[in-house]
């Protein structure tokens, strides 16, 4: 079973602030996920990657499969980016091939 | 947003007792899943569903069930409910296999006392 670690757990930064937060993972994957879940609860998918990166507007994806190894970066942090950010690491086999981490715990301070 | 809702948002109910949570979504989306939330725990898979009538176990499957007779509609089942199953319940669609992007329902707050 892929284990799939985030770091760090919590990161509280100020606003403006470049972000990075890591993924990486034990078992060999064909796709990673990156999803972000609101306060209230929601979640929302936000990058799908199998290779190099995604950008989207402030946010950007990259991953390194030799490494096992993926970051979510966001630039110029914003109060309203405040979520937990989860990645998913995908190493087949159907649904269960899906594997979640924990979460990272944002809190950008205006 | 993916027309997906779930039915109802919170419930509290006792030890013993059966539950259903209901997962309506308005894509036609093909695949369908339920997950759970629990602190310290990633987002664990109990059931999926891959077209009307089949559904498969995932890693937490014991003690829920799961039925799909519509397109639109899985159901998820605890036939007993325990204090173990207190956590919040997502469903979940996409339009083809994994790893196609899941798109969430607002979850299902369960409580069991």
């Known amino acids: 079973k892929n284990e799939v670690e985030q770091s760090p757990q919590n990161l509280t930064a100020q606003e403006g602030e470049f972000i990075t937060i890591n993924c990486s993972y034990s078992v060999g994957i064909s796709a990673l996920h990156w999803l972000q879940q609101h306060p209230g609860g929601g979640i929302v998918s936000l990058f799908m990657l199998s290779s190099g990166k995604k950008k989207h507007g402030r946010l950007i994806a990259t991953i390194n499969i030799q490494e096992k190894h993926s970051s979510l970066h966001i630039t110029a942090s914003h109060p309203r980016d405040s979520a937990v950010y989860i990645c998913a690491a995908y190493s087949g086999g159907g649904a269960d091939g899906l594997t979640f981490g924990k979460g990272t715990h944002l809190i950008i301070q205006p | 947003d993916a027309g997906i809702t779930q039915s109802p948002r919170h419930k509290v109910t006792e030890t013993g007792t059966p539950v259903t949570l209901r997962c309506h979504q308005t894509?036609?989306?093909?695949?369908m899943y339920w997950y759970r939330q629990d602190p310290g725990h990633g987002l664990r898979l109990i059931h999926y569903?891959?077209?009307?009538?089949?559904?498969d176990k995932g890693e937490v499957s014991d003690g829920y069930s799961v039925s799909r007779s519509k397109t639109e509609d899985f159901l998820l089942t605890l036939e007993s409910a325990t204090s173990s199953q207190t956590s919040v319940y997502f469903c979940?669609?996409?339009?083809?296999?994994?790893?196609?992007?899941?798109?969430f329902g607002p979850g299902t707050r369960l409580t069991v006392l």
């Open positions: 979940a669609i996409s339009a083809a296999r994994p790893p196609d992007t899941q798109y």
């Open positions: 894509e036609n989306h093909r695949y």
């Open positions: 569903s891959y077209g009307v009538k089949d559904t």
